[in-house]
């Protein structure tokens, strides 16, 4: 039993030979996207299982708050218990123009895939997702606002890959996501094209949203198409 739960505990946190494995890449990471004075410090770490492309000072914007500190960001580490036998790799994925800002530290934990090309992404700070996140910005953009929270296997995605034709016609498949601040989207959850959360609110498990509901705060939404159904909440960890 105590060596079960020893073996879980690796993979909430990360271990001394996934940080050691990892700090050659970190190192160059953080000199490609900080100003030096910043890069020394190596706030960001990034697991040696990343993939990075098109990865520069211009495509990948992070603004501290405050000074940043040795190692309070990670990209590719990490993840909660549950995602033990998930795949350790990560991918980040930047071209044609995309761009992506994180405004403060931020957490995205093994598996993640970020994908911007011809959009923006845009992340408040204190921003977390788990494991298998896949954040999906085409041709739009995505904002997130300051202490969201993804649970493992969401998505945010804002085109639909292919087209659907009515009546003979092409429909846009393409629109921008907005989420404000302290959101939680639960684990399972998707957020589509033209989604929209304002601040406070809930994606329950495995919802999908792909429009905007409503423009309040402190909502629980859930369901196939997520729907409201309750008012006045709100969450904490």
Same mark, same amino acid.
Not at 155 to 165: E, M, N, R, V, Y
């Given at each position: 039993?105590?060596?079960?739960?020893?073996?879980?505990?690796?993979?909430?946190?990360?271990?001394?030979?996934?940080? $050691?494995?990892?700090?050659?890449?970190?190192?160059?990471?953080?000199?490609?996207?900080?100003? $030096?004075?910043?890069?020394?410090?190596?706030?960001?770490?990034?697991?040696?299982?990343?993939?990075?492309?098109?990865?520069?000072?211009?495509?990948?914007?992070?603004? $501290?708050?405050?000074?940043?500190?040795?190692?309070?960001?990670?990209?590719?580490?990490?993840?909660?218990?549950?995602?033990?036998?998930?795949?350790?790799?990560?991918?980040?994925?930047?071209?044609?123009?995309?761009?992506?800002?994180?405004?403060?530290?931020?957490?995205?934990?093994?598996?993640?895939?970020?994908?911007?090309?011809?959009?923006?992404?845009?992340?408040?700070?204190? $921003?977390?997702?788990?494991?298998?996140? =896949?954040?999906?910005?085409? =041709?739009?953009?995505?904002?997130?606002?300051?202490?969201?929270?993804?649970?493992?296997?969401?998505?945010?995605?804002?085109?639909?890959?292919? =087209?659907?034709?009515?009546?003979?016609?092409?429909?846009?498949?393409?629109?921008?996501?907005?989420?404000?601040?302290?959101?939680?989207?639960?684990?399972?959850?998707?957020?589509?094209?033209?989604?929209?959360?304002?601040?406070?609110?809930?994606?329950?498990?495995?919802?999908?949203?792909?429009?905007?509901?409503?423009?309040?705060?402190?909502?629980?939404?859930?369901?196939?198409?997520?729907?409201?159904?309750?008012?006045?909440?709100?969450?904490?960890?």
């Amino acid at each position: 039993m105590n060596k079960l739960i020893k073996k879980r505990k690796t993979h909430i946190h990360p271990s001394f030979w996934e940080l $050691f494995l990892s700090f050659p890449k970190s190192i160059i990471f953080n000199l490609k996207v900080l100003p $030096f004075k910043q890069a020394i410090r190596v706030p960001i770490f990034v697991s040696y299982r990343t993939k990075l492309i098109g990865v520069n000072k211009k495509s990948f914007v992070v603004n $501290f708050c405050d000074k940043p500190k040795f190692g309070s960001c990670r990209l590719g580490i990490s993840g909660s218990e549950s995602g033990h036998l998930i795949p350790k790799k990560s991918l980040v994925l930047i071209r044609n123009g995309g761009k992506i800002t994180i405004n403060g530290v931020f957490g995205f934990s093994r598996g993640v895939y970020l994908h911007c090309d011809e959009g923006t992404m845009t992340f408040g700070n204190n $921003f977390k997702a788990n494991y298998n996140a =896949h954040i999906s910005c085409e =041709h739009s953009s995505i904002i997130i606002g300051d202490g969201c929270s993804l649970g493992w296997d969401c998505t945010i995605k804002t085109c639909d890959g292919h =087209h659907i034709l009515v009546n003979g016609e092409e429909t846009v498949n393409y629109g921008p996501i907005e989420i404000g601040n302290h959101c939680w989207v639960c684990s399972k959850a998707s957020i589509l094209k033209n989604g929209f959360l304002g601040s406070d609110c809930v994606l329950a498990y495995n919802s999908i949203l792909g429009k905007k509901v409503s423009d309040k705060d402190h909502l629980l939404y859930a369901g196939q198409p997520a729907r409201i159904v309750k008012e006045n909440i709100d969450w904490k960890v």
